[in-house]
């Protein structure tokens, strides 16, 4: 069954902050609302400064999901997790849940207080009517429905940040990696080399 | 005078330090699973300003990125928030049908006073107009807060929308003003500084004196409330952006834990207030209400009250 997923690869993000830009402008993302952010480590330091652009995993098991108090979360067929933005009550316990910190609160309620949760549709919209001005103004472009892949993907320079179905992702990361020598493929990578210790 | 045991003493203490260890070992050995060890540290951490909860330094890229980007340790406290806010909404009603039962059981088992009054126009005046201000606002935030609050625990029931948002944003807005109410009360209704007396302030402190009882009741509403007002306060202050998510999210889900926690407890106190001024005595919640309370009343329920009011020359 396929399953959409972004891949970054640190050894071609450059810092340009083009996919967050991009994504922003294709939904119209109030300010203090980003959906994909870009994380630098060793900034200025030769040969060790890394970058990677994230956002919502779209997680096969969500824990967003698992904690929502009102279940707004669904996970469509295809794997792209969404959330119903007229059920949300903006508790934010999804933020505590996540572990890639991908929800997201304006500061639009009374009195400046949060509003509902706000993150990355893999640009595939939500409950509302498909390609509707409702859903528009909910959740974004919904790209999916067009064909398109989603916008950041598209947009990045260097094509670090890729996004498709998990199967296809993996073809280019095994290609990419086999080709610099890395044959890091044959290792477990990300968070299960994480929890197992490195 | 006879003189007590230190049982006698100490009963309200000691069985509600029980109580509450025997609850506590069953919760924490056999329910939570919270990694022990690293919260200890990162308390010790978050104290000294450091919240990001990287308590030993990278020990490879990917471990260095994943401190910067989602914050580290992700596995020590976030399940336990998922299973806390999962079981919350399926278990929390047995706790207060628990909490319930014990009062059921008290009634049952004391009765309900009743004073004898033969002169109701004899009244004593014992609360001034600002300690019924702080007290009905104290009983009137604690209703909304405790709807508003568990309206979030049990959004499953309501399916959320529009009206649990709006009573979710009222929590915090209503959470913030609490916190100088909650101050007040907890100095004005603090009974034991006997020092106070002797000045004219002292009418600002509520007359009469703690039973072990109640002082334990008046301490854990100190506690729990401090506990919920600087968790919800902080909560709400260190909401993190894009760039601040690292630093910051581990703090948050201590402290939400923190709330929950401190909800359920006060909640059991809450409801020995409501049984005290409603249930055990007749006549007490009108006097809230209008500030006097028949001397009779006060002779046969309370005489600590008016020995007080005497001393204080109000009487
Ligand atoms: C008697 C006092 C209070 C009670 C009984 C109470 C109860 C609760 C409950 C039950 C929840 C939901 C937890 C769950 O999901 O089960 C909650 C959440 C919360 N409370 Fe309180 N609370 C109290 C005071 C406060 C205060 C004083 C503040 C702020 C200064 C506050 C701010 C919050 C915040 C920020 C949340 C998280 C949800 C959100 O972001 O809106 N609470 N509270
Ligand atoms: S919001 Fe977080 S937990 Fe939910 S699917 Fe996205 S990355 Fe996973
Ligand atoms: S903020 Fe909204 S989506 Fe997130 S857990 Fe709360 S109700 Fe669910």
């Known amino acids: ?198 | 005078m006879e003189s007590k045991t230190f049982w006698e003493c100490n009963k309200a203490y000691i069985l509600t330090a029980l109580g509450l260890g025997v609850v506590g070992f069953v919760f924490v050995g056999f329910l939570m699973i919270m990694d022990w060890g690293y919260l200890i540290q990162y308390t010790m951490h978050a104290l000294i300003g450091d919240t990001s909860g990287v308590l030993t330094a990278p020990a490879s890229e990917l471990e260095q990125m994943i401190n910067a980007a989602f914050g580290p340790a992700y596995n020590t406290v976030a399940p336990e928030i998922i299973r806390a806010s999962n079981e919350r909404q399926e278990y929390i009603w047995y706790v207060f049908f628990a909490e319930i039962m014990i009062f059921v059981f008290l009634y049952i088992k004391n009765g309900r006073v009743t004073p004898t009054i033969t002169r109701p126009n004899d009244t004593v005046q014992v609360l001034t107009s600002f300690q019924r201000a702080v007290i009905w606002l104290n009983i009137g935030m604690i209703s909304i807060l405790v709807l508003t609050g568990f309206n979030i625990t049990w959004g499953l029931r309501s399916e959320g929308g529009d009206i649990p948002r709006i009573l979710r944003e009222f929590h915090e807005l209503t959470g913030l003003a609490w916190i100088a109410v909650w101050l007040v009360f907890t100095v004005i209704a603090a009974k034991d500084m006997k020092g106070w007396r002797k000045n004219s302030t002292f009418r600002h402190f509520l007359p009469g004196s703690f039973k072990p009882s109640k002082r334990v009741i008046w301490f854990f509403y100190a506690a729990m409330g401090a506990a919920l007002c600087f968790s919800g306060a902080m909560i709400i202050t260190l909401h993190p952006s894009s760039l601040t998510h690292a630093d910051v999210i581990q703090f948050r889900r201590v402290l939400l834990y923190l709330h929950f926690g401190a909800s359920v407890l006060i909640m059991f106190f809450i409801l020995d207030f409501v049984y005290a001024s409603a249930v055990s005595v007749k006549g007490y919640l009108k006097g809230l209400w209008s500030g006097s309370y028949p001397r009779e009343y006060l002779e046969q329920v309370a005489p600590d009250v008016l020995d007080d009011l005497k001393k204080a020359g109000r009487q």
Not at chain 1, 61 to 67: E, S, T
Not at chain 1, 87 to 101: H, N, Q, S
């Open chain 1, 1 to 198: 069954m396929s399953r959409m997923k972004f891949y970054c690869d640190d050894y071609r993000c450059i810092d340009c902050n083009g996919c967050v830009v991009a994504c922003k402008e294709a939904h119209e993302i109030p300010v203090g609302v980003n959906r994909r952010r870009v994380i630098t480590i060793n900034e200025g330091i030769e040969g060790k400064q890394k970058s990677l652009s994230v956002a919502c995993m779209h997680c096969s098991d969500a824990p967003c999901q698992k904690v929502c108090p009102t279940d707004c979360f669904y996970i469509r067929t295809d794997g792209i997790v969404l959330h119903d933005k007229d059920k949300c009550i903006g508790c934010g316990y999804c933020l505590y849940a996540c572990p890639f910190g991908a929800p997201q609160f304006g500061h639009e309620g009374i009195f400046g207080v949060k509003g509902v949760m706000d993150k990355c549709t893999f640009c595939a919209g939500g409950p509302d009517e498909t390609l509707s001005e409702n859903e528009f103004e909910h959740y974004g472009q919904n790209r999916i429905a067009e064909g398109k892949i989603p916008m950041c993907a598209s947009m990045c320079s260097t094509k670090a940040l890729i996004a498709g179905d998990a199967s296809e992702v993996d073809k280019i990361y095994e290609y990419r990696t086999a080709k610099r020598g890395d044959n890091t493929s044959l290792k477990p990578y990300g968070w299960e080399a994480y929890n197992n210790g490195k």
